[in-house]
């Protein structure tokens, strides 16, 4: 069976709340992101509510950290996305709206082709990840598997 990447990365806002100004600029540019994203090479598909987006989904015990989950036809794929498009302007702005972790806040894992992973699914791994490190189970760009 065919394998594709799936993709987490969580972010623990600075406010309180997604809709606080501080976060405005950041909200307004996530409807063109996500498009970008649909659009790119390689995508398959990404976490969302009725509204389209992610932000009112918190699989993590603390509210402030939103999620962005997606699966990918290869790391290449997502590596282009993220670092050589758009997005990587807003990345680059991150540090506006986003605290810094003191762990690992993405994961990469490989998923069966057809399987849609779910936000446990996906924090089992990134906590895997920040607890243990790289391996075929959970890693990163630097240590791919």
């Not at 997604?18 to 405005?24: E, K, N, R």
């Not at 290869?74 to 680059?92: C, P, R």
Request: aromatic fraction near 12%; hydrophobic fraction near 40%.
């Amino acid at each position: 069976m065919k394998k594709l990447l799936a993709q987490l990365n969580i972010a623990r806002m600075q406010s309180n709340s997604i809709d606080d100004p501080l976060m405005a600029d950041f909200v307004s540019q996530i409807d063109t992101i996500n498009a970008l994203a649909e659009s790119s090479k390689g995508f398959v598909w990404r976490l969302k509510d009725d509204e389209g987006n992610a932000t009112n989904i918190h699989p993590f015990d603390d509210e402030r950290v939103i999620v962005n989950m997606s699966v990918w036809e290869s790391i290449e794929d997502l590596m282009e996305y993220a670092y050589k498009s758009a997005h990587a302007l807003v990345m680059k702005d991150r540090g506006k709206w986003f605290e810094k972790f003191g762990k690992p806040s993405m994961v990469l894992w490989y998923i069966d082709e057809g399987h849609i992973p779910t936000t446990q699914e996906a924090r089992e791994r990134l906590e895997f990840f920040q607890q243990s490190g790289a391996s075929e189970f959970a890693f990163d760009f630097k240590n791919r598997f």
